[in-house]
T-cell receptor, first 114, second 110 residues
Framework: KAGVTQTPRYLIKTRGQQVTLSCSPI?????VSWYQQTPGQGLQFLFE???????NKGNFPGRFSGRQFSNSRSEMNVSTLELGDSALYLC?????????????FGSGTQLSVL | KQEVTQIPAALSVPEGENLVLNCSFT??????LQWFRQDPGKGLTSLLL?????REQTSGRLNASLDKSSGRSTLYIAASQPGDSATYLC?????????FGGGTRLMVKP
């Protein structure tokens, strides 16, 4: 069974540009969440989707947005990139929207903003 | 607001030692606690998941305990090996989100 797949693996952008990251969850998983990891702030929750609906959102500016498609694949978009957006962006999936479910993470997308 | 702390931030041990990693959280109203391993530049690998009603979970050389009332969890690694070198993160689940600790960077020397 394939794991959580994130594309692209690496991205280099310049300030002011926008970027879209993709996440394909494990087959059968309907919940997808996104996290930002930086050396200074650690891992921080961005948002979570279940059945195409955003159920929870972390404390990030509106430049960060996401969506989920009917096949559970999810995309995350960051507009007007800033240097501080450089980070490893991780996506996680689980089968159902149940609190006891284990989360499975992808390998992440490493975004560098120059 | 939930806060999760991991101590120590870094740990270096010789191969073969048994070791304990600590995780503490401020709000005990959690659904579960999960321990992850992260290798440099990689994603997270789930090691153990402890439900709020459980006291411990075991997988191979790993044992994780949870004391919800005191807001603490420990990850015990028996007979450590160089391949165990990685960053270990704990995360508590509340609702639909995880709150992570800062991690413990473990180095096991041959």
């Amino acid at each position: 069974k394939a794991g959580v797949t994130q594309t692209p693996r690496y991205l280099i952008k310049t300030r002011g540009q926008q970027v879209t990251l993709s996440c394909s969850p494990i087959s059968g998983h309907r919940s997808v969440s996104w996290y930002q990891q930086t050396p200074g702030q650690g891992l921080q929750f961005l948002f979570e989707y279940f059945s195409e609906t955003q159920r929870n959102k972390g404390n990030f500016p509106g430049r960060f947005s996401g969506r989920q498609f009917s096949n559970s694949r999810s995309e995350m978009n960051v507009s007007t990139l800033e240097l501080g957006d450089s980070a490893l962006y991780l996506c996680a999936s689980s089968r159902q929207d149940r609190e006891h479910e284990k989360l499975f993470f992808g390998s992440g997308t490493q975004l560098s903003v120059l | 607001k939930q806060e999760v702390t991991q101590i120590p931030a870094a740990l270096s041990v010789p191969e073969g030692e048994n070791l304990v990693l600590n995780c503490s959280f401020t709000d005990s109203a959690i659904y579960n606690l999960q321990w992850f391993r992260q290798d440099p530049g990689k994603g997270l690998t789930s090691l153990l998941l402890i439900q709020s009603s459980q006291r411990e979970q075991t997988s191979g050389r790993l044992n994780a305990s949870l004391d919800k009332s005191s807001g603490r969890s420990t990850l015990y690694i028996a007979a450590s090996q160089p391949g165990d070198s990685a960053t270990y993160l704990c995360a508590v689940r509340e609702g639909n989100m995880l709150t992570f600790g800062g991690g413990t960077r473990l180095m096991v020397k041959p």
